[in-house]
């Protein structure tokens, strides 16, 4: 059932994202005269079809269809979908069209501004659609994080090995002074931090950040826990412990081992499952021995203080420049993941994922805030992706859009051809190292 409704938030997310994105295409298009021959939904190869307005049951019940301009429909390959600009070469390679006499309605006989416009609009209308998705979650969620001021690291292994340790308040990375705390780990690979700056107890103390650990850093989650002092909130009713704990009691032994925070107190408690375990307990000014039953789970029914998130509500007015905000935040964060990407020290390639690893960061369960704020998200990475200056990818037909207007030279039809090619095999590459990459995280 999880796998389901994974499949059919992904399916969907896409989908919803891929018809948005040719939207723009189309709008700008239609805006300018431009005939559009076919709007589809994921790829028709081979002329194979699921849906079309020029054949099946939708010609016969609107015969008039088949005189539309453009033919919508839906392919079987779900890898993307396309608009078919009548005078453009584009993924689909044809130059039949272009063997022809140019044709005012076509692409190549208007303008590079307003080609540029229409190449364009695809991502434009993605970073809108992520503005507007963004509006609504801050308009009926409002938004939360977990501050880091305040708040003390729980280190895994690497972090160990980097120099922070279990209790650091990470005060600085560099220059910067993060503020949500659950960013950490991504904000010291994004930024290239050299130095991080800690408060230890009562000491301010600088690590040095080991660059060539920086692929670790990317491919190791969970490096910064957050150290949850072990200090009871409530116990509940219906366990054996219940009456034995009260609020504000910190546990600071368990089987005789010393334990500051909840994560510290896990393993020990695991050890005693189905069994009682004795804890140390601080009660005021007071140490008390308290034996507490360990259910078959490994846990003894006690719910910690937790640190409280930082929550903002906003009026409809006030989460519509914050949505803007948060949309160019979000598209600038992006845009230094590429750049990690891009440099091969950092190991980040690895983390390159297919539909699989977008499938498996969808919740299990429906859940409309998940699934709004995953939307933007995705709807963004579409955005920035296309506009890379790949050939094949909108960002390719820009910058020769671009050259144009600056040298007043078009590049011939044989050039743009060569060019799509060449980008056709860059996306398969990238294709094959994500699904290879997917795999290989499955198999581990």
Same mark, same amino acid.
């Not at 903002?312 to 935040?329: D, M, Q, R, W």
């Given at each position: 059932?999880?796998?389901?409704?994974?499949?059919?938030?992904?399916?969907?997310?896409?989908?919803?994202?891929?018809?948005?994105?040719?939207?723009?295409?189309?709008?700008?298009?239609?805006?300018?005269?431009?005939?559009?021959?076919?709007?589809?939904?994921?790829?028709?190869?081979?002329?194979?079809?699921?849906?079309?307005?020029?054949?099946?049951?939708?010609?016969?019940?609107?015969?008039?269809?088949?005189?539309?301009?453009?033919?919508?429909?839906?392919?079987?390959?779900?890898?993307?979908?396309?608009?078919?600009?009548?005078?453009?070469?584009?993924?689909?390679?044809?130059?039949?069209?272009?063997?022809?006499?140019?044709?005012?309605?076509?692409?190549?006989?208007?303008?590079?501004?307003?080609?540029?416009?229409?190449?364009?609009?695809?991502?434009?209308?993605?970073?809108?659609?992520?503005?507007?998705?963004?509006?609504?979650?801050?308009?009926?969620?409002?938004?939360?994080?977990?501050?880091?001021?305040?708040?003390?690291?729980?280190?895994?292994?690497?972090?160990?090995?980097?120099?922070?340790?279990?209790?650091?308040?990470?005060?600085?990375?560099?220059?910067?002074?993060?503020?949500?705390?659950?960013?950490?780990?991504?904000?010291?690979?994004?930024?290239? &931090?050299?130095?991080?700056? +800690? /408060? @230890? !107890?009562? =000491? *301010? %103390?600088?690590?040095?950040?080991?660059?060539?650990?920086? $692929?670790?850093?990317?491919?190791?989650?969970?490096?910064?826990?957050?150290?949850?002092?072990?200090?009871?909130?409530?116990?509940?009713?219906?366990?054996?412990?219940?009456?034995?704990?009260?609020?504000?009691?910190?546990?600071?032994?368990?089987?005789?081992?010393?334990?500051?925070?909840?994560?510290?107190?896990?393993?020990?408690?695991?050890?005693?499952?189905?069994? &009682?375990?004795?804890?140390? +307990? /601080? @009660? !005021?000014? =007071? *140490? %008390?021995?308290?034996?507490?039953?360990?259910?078959?789970? $490994?846990?003894?029914?006690?719910?910690?203080?937790?640190?409280?998130?930082?929550?903002?509500?906003?009026?409809?007015?006030?989460?519509?420049?914050?949505?803007?905000?948060?949309?160019?935040?979000?598209?600038?964060?992006?845009?230094?993941?590429?750049?990690?990407?891009?440099?091969?020290?950092?190991?980040?390639?690895?983390?390159?994922?297919?539909?699989?690893?977008?499938?498996?960061?969808?919740?299990?369960?429906?859940?409309?805030?998940?699934?709004?704020?995953?939307?933007?998200?995705?709807?963004?990475?579409?955005?920035?992706?296309?506009?890379?200056?790949?050939?094949?990818?909108?960002?390719?037909?820009?910058?020769?859009?671009?050259?144009?207007?600056?040298?007043?030279?078009?590049?011939?039809?044989?050039?743009?051809?060569?060019?799509?090619?060449?980008?056709?095999?860059?996306?398969?590459?990238?294709?094959?190292?994500?699904?290879?990459?997917?795999?290989?995280?499955?198999?581990?």
């Amino acid at each position: 059932m999880v796998v389901l409704v994974k499949t059919l938030q992904v399916i969907l997310a896409l989908s919803l994202l891929i018809v948005i994105h040719e939207l723009g295409h189309f709008t700008f298009a239609k805006l300018f005269h431009i005939r559009v021959e076919k709007f589809f939904l994921f790829f028709d190869a081979g002329g194979v079809k699921l849906f079309s307005t020029r054949r099946g049951w939708f010609a016969k019940l609107f015969p008039k269809a088949k005189e539309w301009e453009t033919e919508y429909g839906i392919g079987w390959l779900p890898l993307g979908g396309y608009c078919k600009i009548a005078g453009m070469i584009d993924e689909s390679l044809d130059t039949e069209s272009m063997k022809q006499e140019p044709q005012p309605w076509e692409f190549r006989t208007h303008n590079p501004w307003q080609r540029l416009l229409v190449m364009a609009g695809g991502v434009l209308y993605n970073f809108i659609f992520a503005i507007l998705a963004y509006i609504l979650v801050l308009d009926i969620w409002g938004s939360a994080y977990l501050q880091n001021d305040g708040n003390a690291v729980y280190v895994n292994e690497l972090a160990y090995e980097m120099g922070f340790r279990s209790g650091d308040r990470i005060l600085r990375l560099d220059d910067y002074v993060p503020e949500d705390f659950s960013m950490l780990q991504v904000d010291l690979a994004r930024r290239d &931090v050299r130095k991080a700056t +800690v /408060l @230890r !107890g009562t =000491d *301010t %103390l600088d690590i040095y950040i080991d660059q060539s650990r920086l $692929g670790d850093v990317l491919n190791t989650p969970g490096m910064f826990d957050l150290a949850v002092p072990f200090v009871v909130d409530t116990i509940l009713a219906d366990t054996p412990n219940a009456g034995r704990l009260l609020h504000g009691d910190r546990i600071v032994e368990v089987d005789g081992e010393q334990v500051e925070y909840l994560q510290d107190a896990r393993p020990l408690f695991a050890r005693h499952t189905g069994g &009682v375990v004795p804890v140390s +307990v /601080l @009660r !005021g000014a =007071d *140490t %008390l021995q308290v034996p507490l039953q360990v259910d078959s789970t $490994g846990r003894v029914g006690v719910y910690t203080v937790f640190p409280g998130y930082e929550r903002k509500e906003y009026s409809f007015l006030e989460a519509i420049p914050a949505g803007v905000k948060l949309t160019f935040s979000t598209i600038g964060g992006y845009l230094q993941d590429l750049k990690l990407v891009a440099t091969p020290r950092t190991e980040a390639y690895k983390s390159v994922g297919s539909f699989i690893a977008i499938g498996q960061v969808f919740p299990a369960e429906w859940d409309w805030y998940r699934f709004v704020t995953l939307l933007a998200l995705l709807s963004i990475m579409l955005g920035v992706m296309n506009l890379l200056p790949v050939p094949a990818l909108d960002g390719g037909h820009i910058v020769i859009c671009l050259y144009e207007i600056v040298t007043g030279r078009k590049p011939s039809d044989k050039f743009i051809l060569a060019a799509q090619m060449v980008g056709m095999v860059l996306l398969l590459m990238l294709m094959f190292l994500a699904f290879g990459n997917d795999i290989g995280r499955l198999l581990r």
